[in-house]
């Protein structure tokens, strides 16, 4: 996912995935975990300024497709615009975000085979903060089984007390992906159609929901302001040495 305009980056001219985490845009980085991964088709979901996304992705890897989310709806509605390039794709399809350059190719492969093992519907990556302000919670039953994941401006006060949070890093089956989808409302604080609500979909269907918890919260650090990519930047620099 790579639409996002990216507002408090204070940049209108560069889309929030084209700034550079060293020197490399941040959407590249991602890309290149795809290939990593063996991905057989990597869509890229663009908006905001769409065009140098494109243009600068295409120039890497040729083989890159691309899905228009021209209004930023929310991600429930970035990841069905991308439903009728895989109309006759059967599978997995792993969702990445567009922000989050220093996912490990190895976490990614771990999570992939944890989802195929338990045969899941969707598997989740996680991570325990201890101030989860501002993510979605991942809600548990007492034998740990997912039942929902929340947003932050949608949770209760007892909600907001737990912390797991959610990366915005899935594997889905493809079918039960796009059926859950088109169920989803806008009925929410920010009135977007979330990609997480298809988890209590799924949860009323008794569908195997799987966390993947991953060992540092850097790997799933997303970057929304200049002040974070700057912090992003010495974390991934320090991982170097």
Known sequence: M???????????????VMHTLA?????EHVVRLARGMGAERIIVI???QRAQVMEHLTAIDPSVEFAVQAEQLGTGHA???AEPLLADFEGDVVILSGDAPMTRRTTMQAALEKHRNAH???????????DPTGYGRVLRDDEGNILRIVEHKDASEKERAVREINSGIYVFRKDQLFRALARVTNDNA??????????????AEQRVMVPHAVEAFDE??????????AELEKIYHASQT
């Not at 020197?23 to 959407?27: E, F």
């Open 2 to 16: 790579a639409a996002g305009q990216g507002k408090r980056m204070k940049n209108p001219d560069r889309a929030k």
């Open 23 to 27: 020197g490399i845009p941040l959407v």
């Open 46 to 48: 663009v908006g905001h």
């Open 79 to 81: 990841v069905r615009m």
């Open 120 to 130: 899941a519907t969707v598997t989740v990556l996680t991570a325990l903060l201890p």
């Open 190 to 203: 920010q009135g977007e159609y979330y990609l997480p609500d298809v988890f209590e979909i799924f949860q």
């Open 220 to 229: 799933i650090r997303g970057v929304n302001t200049a002040e974070q990519l």
